[in-house]
């Protein structure tokens, strides 16, 4: 079979970043090089640093990142894009205008007879309770309706402005805490927890927590963290197989 590719957390558009707009063009350049040979591409969110849909009104930007998605769309390569917690509120406009499904909550998918488990990963586990009341509020369908009622001009504006001190709280760079090890990492505290009552999942695949993690949980299941598209430029690559991570070095 075709390879399936998996990528997370690029937040383009992210104002704390300097280098953004070559961000976009490495991103653009990876799926472009893949193009030709993937069976599909899974986004699990936070590819936006911030997006938000009126009815008739999307973000300014990422005009060549949609442009590739849609290219691969058109090319019937399928995209398979899961929403984050920076990008919550995804409309229809990615589905009807690029072309791919998109998923706004964790699923289970088989590909070629193994079972995964994939989602962005923010609200799995994690104990913070600030964290945990912020996700209700900004999933809250009432608080949706209010914020569109906003101008978008400064709707935009203090969306992005979050989104920048949110980055810059853990670093420029991304930089969630390091790898919190197997007993504390929440991620594989809930795949755990999880493979109780399913143990047919083989892969658990997330994004969100901005680190490279591939651990065995048992003899047939296995956790991937993703890493990210800021600084370490990480994917996942599934070949009906074999399941492995690449750091992307463009030019090679």
Request: with cysteine; charged share 25%.
């Amino acid at each position: 079979m075709k390879p399936i590719y998996f990528i997370t957390d690029a937040h383009l558009g992210c104002l704390a970043l300097q280098h953004r707009r070559t961000q976009e063009r490495r991103l653009v350049s990876f799926l472009d090089s893949i193009k030709h040979e993937a069976a599909a591409v899974y986004m699990l969110g936070d590819m936006f640093d911030f997006w938000f849909e009126y009815k008739r009104v999307v973000p300014k930007g990422f005009t060549r990142f949609l442009g590739k998605v849609s290219e691969l769309t058109d090319m019937g390569v399928e995209v398979h894009y899961f929403t984050g917690n920076h990008d919550i509120w995804c409309g229809d406009y990615l589905e009807t205008e690029c072309g791919v499904h998109l998923h706004r909550k964790p699923s289970t998918i088989e590909l070629a007879d193994k079972v995964f488990y994939i989602a962005h990963g923010d609200g799995l586990g994690d104990p913070d309770p600030k964290f945990r009341f912020l996700r209700r509020v900004f999933h809250n369908r009432v608080c949706w309706r209010m914020f569109a009622a906003i101008h978008p001009r400064w709707a935009m504006w203090f969306g992005q402005t979050w989104a920048k001190h949110s980055r810059l709280k853990h670093g420029n760079e991304g930089g969630d805490p390091p790898y919190m090890g197997e007993d504390k990492e929440y991620l594989v505290l809930y795949a755990k927890q999880y493979l109780q009552s399913h143990p047919e999942v083989n892969f658990f695949v997330f994004g969100h927590r901005h680190i490279e993690l591939d651990l065995m949980l048992t003899r047939q299941s296995r956790i991937l963290i993703l890493g990210d598209w800021i600084s370490q430029f990480t994917y996942g690559v599934f070949d009906g197989e074999r399941f492995w991570m690449e750091n992307y070095v463009e030019g090679e």
